[in-house]
């Protein structure tokens, strides 16, 4: 099935320090996804992007959809402590229309 | 309130004793699926339903088996556990259709002695 890749599998940051996400996928995705997992949590989605280049902001949250429509990433600006969890992409999987694979995560960690 | 529950949400067994961990969600969502999640592998999918009486295996489906007879439960059934399968296991649900996004219940934490 469909691959997606995220990097780095663990961030520390001061808090107010920005934060940065990466995903990639060796195949063109139809659209992709993002969670945030609070730790002790479930999965919680954020947002969906769809088109090519596309850019979402959620107040300090950028997420952005490669032309090629084969990567993405998460930009968190000034990070906060409320921030911390893991971050996790997914693209359509096995499932066909109905699924979803999951990059492994970025665990975000804050010093304050 | 939408919710998808699971039971238990942590269970101690040994080696080989059958167990079912429920999964209900009260949307109205035609697809439901089975992750587990361990550290340093992400969330894996075990078996997913596009439907009532429609199941069909995820990426790490051994061991595991699942059904759907109605459409708001989809129990994940393992019939001889063993300590490899110790792991947090979520539920989730969403409906019909590429790029819906999934709903998950709070997790079920698995211990398998």
């Known amino acids: 099935g469909q691959q997606v890749m995220q990097i780095p599998q663990y961030q520390h940051v001061q808090e107010g320090e920005d934060f940065t996400t990466y995903c990639n996928s060796s195949?063109?995705?139809?659209?992709i996804q993002w969670y945030k997992q609070r730790p002790g949590g479930h999965p919680v989605f954020l947002i969906q992007?769809?088109?090519?280049?596309e850019v979402k902001k959620q107040k300090r949250l950028t997420f952005q959809f490669g032309e090629a429509k084969k990567n993405s990433s998460l930009h968190i600006t000034a990070t906060q402590t409320t921030d911390v969890g893991t971050y996790f992409c997914?693209?359509?999987?096995?499932?066909?229309?109905?699924?979803?694979?999951f990059g492994k995560g970025t665990h975000l960690i804050i010093q304050p | 309130e939408a919710q998808v529950t699971q039971n238990p949400r942590y269970l101690i067994t040994v080696t080989g004793k059958k167990l079912t961990v429920t999964c209900s969600q009260n949307?109205?969502?035609?697809?439901m699926s089975w992750y587990r999640q361990d550290p340093g592998l992400g969330l894996r999918q075990i078996y997913y339903?596009?439907?009532?009486?429609?199941?069909d295996k995820g990426d790490v489906p051994e061991g595991y088996k699942v059904s759907r007879k109605e459409k708001r439960n989809f129990p994940l059934i393992l019939e001889s556990p063993s300590p490899n399968q110790t792991s947090l296991y979520f539920c989730?649900?969403?409906?019909?259709?590429?790029?819906?996004?999934?709903?998950f219940g709070p997790g079920t934490r698995l211990t398998v002695l």
């Open positions: 989730a649900s969403s409906l019909a259709g590429e790029g819906r996004d999934l709903f």
């Open positions: 992007l769809v088109k090519s280049g």
């Open positions: 339903s596009m439907n009532v009486e429609v199941t």
């Open positions: 195949t063109t995705l139809s659209n």
């Open positions: 997914a693209g359509p999987g096995r499932g066909g229309a109905d699924g979803l694979t």
């Open positions: 949307m109205n969502h035609e697809y």
